[in-house]
């Protein structure tokens, strides 16, 4: 299954339909997404007085806004097309399914608040994956560590401080009994007013130097595990209220419900991005995002943090704007080995025999941590290493699962209504039923005594994501992973035999699935383009300027939980940026479309004052392209080795049978789709031309040429141009020669004549099939006074032109053709 990616692009866009709104000026930086990556580069960057821009698709979530009633989560979902603009961004492809967030402060609003420093060993060097190539961490732990700290200290790492909390208990009993080791990870949790001070829930929290953008009161941890559906108090550190207070305070501009479309380089340097505005007074209505106006910001340095799944897919879909790109894009994909787990039945607490409470509803959502080595430690483990992490959950779900036990609920339900029964007959006589009430609800022994677990570790970045008819695809399997997801079912195992309950795995693993909260890759870093999309510090190979700072330029699993590596990666980035100083850039105008005549050669009114007559056919062809080539036979090759395919589906149109027939260059209109994934899907014809047959210094030789004017989803101007040889070769050719494209995509809105200055993006060749040509022949349509009249002409010229360049192998001899 296939989903398209929202972080750039909401729904499926129509690129033909696109208006544009306006144009915003220049800045020296756009940042897109406000995740860890987004939310650190927009501070320190604006800290060090640059101007700085950050779009976020999502709206903004101040302390009491994040919904919990039924209807409220059942609109915080993220689908514009659809009147949703909420908080949970849900995927699902053919092996896993994804969670991500919308929002201002991205991810950190529905995390677990887990600051884990990946672990000094498992920054592996060229470690080989089962189908080929390898995992390459071209930075260290020590590149990271000053970074590490930074963060650290603006998210206010602290560890779980209570010492009473029943599921922290268990975890550390596992832990000790299985001689595994066990922490309480620092979390992005504000436990007590000052740091100096006992934890108190519920406490008020003192508002930083810097501001805080919503300008509401936030208090200490509550420890009610709703974490992962929005903080309503505040008590999360999330990056709203640190990094991107911090940035707005140093004038950072930042504007939510503006999503990303595309960006294209500039001729004088930066790059010129395209966006879109969600109107919050669309929320709960139908919106074709498609139609949406477009809106364009230029700036010097463009930095991607829209997560692995909307970084990646804008870079796929904006591919034919970026020559040259690393061939690595969309490899390296992995879910950082995340994998449920659930404990059922807990026993044996305190008391030694009966239901031991877990009160997993209780806490934040995370409060350890069992870390399971990694045979890279040395240290006599084996296999590749994880972490095992108790999930808590907000208290809402303890009654969802008590409700689910639908035999004792009905058990109870009809004691309760027996026991009325008997009062209204006369048969009890006590009128205080407290007790009845409290049997009716149950001992609440299932909820209580059930855990769920959070795996993640170090799976294999084997996955590659691509687009499939526009949409964002994964191609992942847990196969490739199947024994580290077994070692970490076998842990998960142990734990919950020592609380002495039942370990059962979460559904969807029994379709050998996984639901991952921590995607990765995509645009994975490397030491050269021939390994990854961008260097050690983000920058993409060979497109100066364009930065990739998110989860999507890891190259392979973090292991433990990612935020705060990647926070730590954009750092350290960003002090490389700041570092470089910003060199002024000629102020180029932005590219645009040239204006073309579409010379459609149309008369309303013939010369007798009579309607022209127009015919008109669907013609599609199917092949295979490349892009940075220009040879079409290679184009095709690669193509084919890469399953790159291109089609287009066109109408074309002769206005005037009779002057198209008359006119020597025989230019007909065109209008339909061109569909490539590697230009970022179905494209819409904005403008199109077609000549069935142009002569040129050799007699025997026609060519019938096209001109397609496209845009891709990202607003990039393109053009396909192709050509079909029809000349008299050895063999019978003339079927070959009048279904075989030779294509190239061109970047611009080129005009005729103007092919030898453009910039070729790719090329290779399109075929009509059997099939497909016998559909054609029914498509023929002619419309006007004489439809007979203009069906022979066109056939007759067709027909005409053919023998003129095949007719000479069937003369009599002596006879010129």
């Known amino acids: 299954m296939t989903n398209e990616a929202p972080s750039p692009a909401g729904s499926q866009s129509d690129p033909g339909a696109m208006t544009h709104a306006g144009v915003d000026g220049e800045v020296d ?19 060090d007085g640059l101007s700085v821009v950050v779009l976020e698709r999502g709206k903004p979530y101040p302390p009491g806004s994040f919904p919990r009633t039924p209807a409220g989560m059942a609109r915080n979902f993220w689908d514009p ?26 991810g950190s609003l529905i995390y677990a608040n887990v600051l884990l420093r990946k672990d000094e060993k498992w920054f592996v060097h060229e470690s080989p994956l089962p189908a080929g190539g390898y995992e390459n961490w071209p930075i260290s732990r020590s590149d990271l560590d000053p970074h590490y700290d930074e963060v650290e200290k603006m998210l206010g790492a602290t560890p ?18 299985l001689g595994l080791d066990v922490s309480r990870p620092p979390l992005a949790v504000s436990f007590a007013s000052a740091p100096d001070e006992a934890p108190v829930p519920g406490a008020p929290l003192p508002e930083p130097e810097y501001g805080n953008m919503h300008g509401l009161p936030r208090e200490t941890c509550r420890l009610t595990g709703e974490c992962d559906v929005g903080c309503n108090v505040g008590a999360k550190n999330t990056l709203d209220h640190t990094y991107l207070s911090a940035a707005r305070h140093r004038g950072a501009d930042i504007r939510t419900r503006c999503e990303v479309r595309g960006f294209t380089p500039r001729p004088g340097g930066g790059y ?23 809106r364009t910001i230029y700036c010097k340095r463009l930095v991607l943090a829209a997560g692995a799944f909307g970084s990646t897919y804008l870079l796929l879909r904006n591919r034919a704007a970026l020559r040259g790109i690393s061939p690595t894009l969309g490899t390296r994909f992995c879910g950082n080995g995340d994998l449920l787990g659930l404990v059922l039945g807990a026993n044996g607490g305190a008391a030694g025999s009966g239901p031991r409470q877990m009160a997993s509803s209780t806490g934040p959502v995370i409060t350890s941590a069992i870390r399971v080595g990694d045979e890279l430690d040395e240290d006599g483990s084996t296999g590749r290493g994880y972490y095992v992490e108790d999930a808590g959950y907000p208290a809402f779900v303890d009654w969802l699962a008590e409700t689910s036990q639908v ?32 049997l009716l609800l149950g001992p609440g022994v299932f909820s209580d005594s059930s855990l769920p677990l959070l795996g993640m570790g170090r799976d294999l970045p084997d996955g590659r994501m691509s687009l499939h008819r526009g949409y964002l695809d994964i191609d992942w ?20 035999h020592v609380l002495g309950g039942e370990f059962h795995d979460n559904p969807l693993w029994w379709t050998r699935r996984v639901i991952t909260v921590h995607p990765l890759g995509g645009a994975p870093m490397g030491r050269h383009a021939s390994e990854g999309v961008c260097d050690a510090y983000g920058e993409v190979f060979g497109h100066p300027g364009l930065y990739v700072l998110d989860g999507a330029a890891l190259p392979g699993p973090v292991g433990a939980n990612p935020s705060l590596t990647i926070a730590a990666f954009a750092d350290r980035a960003c002090r490389r940026i700041v570092g470089e100083r910003f060199t002024p850039r000629a102020a180029a105008s932005a590219s645009s479309a040239s204006s073309a005549s579409s010379d459609k050669d149309v008369s309303a009114v013939g010369p007798n004052g009579e309607r022209p007559t127009s015919l008109s056919f669907t013609e599609e062809m199917k092949g295979h392209v490349a892009l940075d080539v220009t040879d079409h036979e290679r184009g095709r090759a690669l193509g084919r080795a890469r399953n790159q395919r291109l089609m287009f589906r066109l109408t074309i149109t002769a206005d005037d049978v009779d002057r198209f027939v008359a006119d020597p260059r025989h230019q007909a209109r065109a209008v339909g789709h061109v569909e490539c994934d590697v230009l970022g899907g179905r494209l819409t014809v ?13 007699p025997n030789r026609r060519r019938m040429l096209y001109r397609l004017h496209l845009r891709d989803p990202g607003g990039n101007a393109l053009t396909l141009v192709g050509h079909k040889e029809v000349h008299d070769d050895p063999g019978f050719d003339a079927w070959g020669d009048t279904s075989t494209l030779y294509v190239r995509m061109l970047a611009g809105h080129v005009p005729a004549g103007g092919d030898a200055e453009a910039s070729v993006l790719g090329a290779g060749i399109i075929v009509i099939l059997a099939g497909d040509f016998v559909q054609q022949l029914t498509t023929f349509r002619a419309s006007g006074p004489h439809p007979a009249r203009a069906l022979e002409g066109f056939g007759r010229l067709f027909l005409g032109e053919l023998w003129s360049v095949y007719g000479s192998r069937f003369a009599p001899a002596g006879e010129g053709a």
């Open 29 to 47: 930086v756009v940042v897109v997404g406000s995740g860890f990556g987004g939310s650190v580069a927009a501070y320190r960057l604006a800290d």
């Open 477 to 496: 399997t847990t196969m490739t992973s199947r024994r580290y997801f077994e070692r970490v079912r076998r842990t998960m195992g142990d734990v919950a």
């Open 272 to 294: 010129e991005v395209r966006y879109v505005i969600h109107d919050p007074a669309r929320e709960g209505h139908r919106t074709p995002t498609s139609r949406l106006p477009l």
């Open 160 to 177: 779980y401080p209570y010492q009473d909390t029943p599921k922290t208990a268990a975890m550390r009993e596992a832990a000790d009994v």
């Open 407 to 438: 035999s004792g609920s009905v058990r109870r339900a009809v004691g309760f209504g027996v026991h009325r029964l008997r009062s209204r007959l006369g048969f009890d006589p006590r009128s205080n039923i407290s007790a009845r009430l409290a």
């Open 686 to 698: 904005e403008t199109g031309w077609f000549n069935l047959f142009t002569r040129d210094d050799d």
């Open 81 to 106: 097309s659809e009147g949703l603009q909420g908080l949970f961004d849900l995927w699902s492809f053919r092996g896993l399914e994804g969670v991500v967030s919308s929002g201002l402060g991205g």
